[in-house]
T-cell receptor
């Protein structure tokens, strides 16, 4: 296992279309996070899972965004009816322990462009 | 008030000098602190983490934590041009990671 894997690396979509991204975490990690990053900003929290349970979701996250982590393994992030403001780098990270403390490792990211 | 504050820079240092990056955080309950390096167009890469007050050294990098002052710093000794990147400070009070906006560092050969 070489790390967190995200697919696709790049996605260009037309406004109004739905898109889905996939994240495969480091295999022994039970926590999985989704972040969004725009130019000049730090990563912005979207949601996180502990095993298959979605424990927290950002209040800023619109209802068009949904995430799943069936069986506590890979995760998907879906954006419905995309808007130009959704254009960003979508980052997935995983970490290994419950509670605070353990460092998180990021995947390569999926760069979304909505045209 | 943002949870994590960083000076966005840019910070420029000559090759071989010490680069000093600073970060403050608002949640006194935070227990773990991280520094990530991010090259342009790439994802963040973990370079240091610290949990206890004081200094932690790893090669050319030293992280410093002062919980009373809610302050974290990163020192990079013998800076190299390859250290030119954006450095993100992150804090985890127990659930998610809160990130600063990052400090852009340029090491001038």
């Amino acid at each position: 296992d070489t790390g967190v894997s995200q697919n696709p690396r790049h996605k260009i979509t037309k406004r109004g279309q739905n898109v889905t991204f996939r994240c495969d975490p480091i295999s022994e990690h039970n926590r999985l996070y989704w972040y969004r990053q725009t130019l000049g900003q730090g990563p912005e929290f979207l949601t996180y899972f502990q095993n298959e349970a979605q424990l927290e979701k950002s209040r800023l996250l619109s209802d068009r965004f949904s995430a799943e982590r069936p069986k506590g393994s890979f995760s998907t992030l879906e954006i419905q009816r995309t808007e130009q403001g959704d254009s960003a780098m979508y980052l997935c990270a995983s970490s290994g322990h419950q509670g605070f403390g353990t460092e998180a490792f990021f995947g390569q990211g999926t760069r979304l462009t909505v045209v | 008030q943002k949870e994590v504050e960083q000076n966005s820079g840019p910070l420029s240092v000559p090759e071989g000098a010490i680069a000093s990056l600073n970060c403050t955080y608002s949640d006194r309950g935070s227990q773990s602190f991280f520094w990530y390096r991010q090259y342009s167009g790439k994802s963040p890469e973990l370079i240091m983490f610290i949990y206890s007050n004081g200094d932690k050294e790893d090669g050319r990098f030293t992280a410093q934590l002062n919980k009373a002052s809610q302050y974290v710093s990163l020192l990079i000794r013998d800076s190299q041009p390859s250290d030119s990147a954006t450095y993100l400070c992150a804090v985890n009070p127990g659930n998610q990671f809160y990130f600063g906006t990052g400090t852009s560092l340029t090491v001038i050969p």
